[in-house]
């Protein structure tokens, strides 16, 4: 006798062995629950586990992993923006003012290609610090637009750093953007670089004839005078922004994505205008670009990262610390939007662009970009394969959209809107461990040496991403953790965030 045959013979002897007055009895009604009285159930099952939690040998990590996960916002700062000609030490001077290689430093002139914005401070005062590309007249190509972004960011700063060298003196193309920085009508400190003694220092003053006041002389490699600027720098400064910052209402979104598949051409797409430099040559954007755009109605502060080439053990030169600034962003940023070229196969390095989002708990949207590439009978085909291999990642929206023409960048608001929704969503106490209770009755972890371990408590230590911590009272094995997660977004969602799950261990207290 098979199996099924075996338990439906048995099911029937069972049936046979109740009396009939049994089963001609009526079935019990189910008693409606109402709403609060589900909710008082939850925070009595709270109230108890709670109570059973202090019996237990708990720090003061402990404790305050149960209090309420904080938002905070930052500030809005004023803006400082760093100008000037190619290879003056522009770069050096922002390492010097933040006090940290931050800005993509070479011999070789040209190396910041687009403007950055750097948080730093002086004497007690908070400004936004903007790094720029060099600004040439009367050039083509990729240099010409990368004039068009020291101009962008000369309009949207509320002081002007003017870096001139002074060992070369001022030049036909210093001369133009001191009319160019004239026109804009805002504060300029003139800052006589590459003054490394007091000859230097008469080099310095012959800068006067620029009509902008006093040169600082200063040496950004060295230090030499930076202090005297950046008090400058600081009187001049307003005591409200007339740049409109990012604040709690404009959400902070993250290109990133291996080099060549189109940040910058949707950046600008988006933006309507063309923003960050875009060329055919791979690795084009090397510092993240700032811009905030219109969507929807909605403003976002859009930052274009460099491309992720390879580990960075693996990259040299301007593109390791380009690297470096792109996972600096994306830490930065609230959600990411991952870029990956429909048109040719998944790489490592799409995954591994994806990872990095994961690790550093950022809300994630998927973009396929170049799909207008993929034939309208290899569609489907590839959203299968996409889906096999993107498994682990199933909980994160998807958009598949052209960079180049537009076609169906309306979609990428709702999916937005999804995963900063699961990214900042919050579950009770008391619904948690309701939802624990019964997955963990249904589905025990397995006994390992003899022992089970049980989970006592859970709470949300907060959002952005969700973190969740289980108080238990073994270890919890990894595949059984992973299970956890893969209900609880079974259960409540979380569309586009990673979940973290952490288990402390603890021991009842001794009597």
Known sequence: MSDGAQHDHEADDAVDGVEQSDLASPAIPAIPVSDE???????????ALRAGLGEYELTEDDLLSLEEDVELTEPVLPVVAIVGRPNVGKSTLVNRIIGERVAVVEDTPGVTRDRVSHRAEWAGTDFTLMDTGGWESKVDGLDYQVALGAEAAIA???VIVFVVDATVGATATDEQVVRLLRSAKKPVILAANKVD????ELEAAVLWNLGLGEPYPVSALHGRGSGDLLDAVVAALPEVS?????NASIRRI??????????????NKLAGAERAVVSEIAGTTRDPVDEIIEMDDRRWLMVDTAG??????????ADYYASLRTAAALGKAEVALVLVDASVPLTEQDLRVMQQVVDAGRAMVIVFNKWDLVGPDERFELDRSIDRELVQLGWVPRVNLSA????????LVPALDAALGGWGQRISTGKLNSFLGELVAAHPHPVRSGKQPRILFATQAGTRPPRFVLFASGFLEETYRRFIERRLREEFGFPGTPIQISVRVREKRKR
């Open 37 to 47: 009285e589900e909710q008082s159930a939850e925070e009595l099952r709270e109230a």
């Open 156 to 158: 949207t700063a509320d």
């Open 197 to 200: 003694g007091q000859n230097a």
């Open 242 to 246: 007339e740049y409109e910052a990012p």
């Open 254 to 267: 993250a290109l990133v994505g291996r080099p060549n598949v189109g940040k910058s051409s949707l950046l």
């Open 308 to 317: 992720i080439r390879r580990r960075v053990h693996q990259t040299k030169g």
């Open 404 to 411: 180049t023409t537009g076609w169906h960048t309306n979609r």
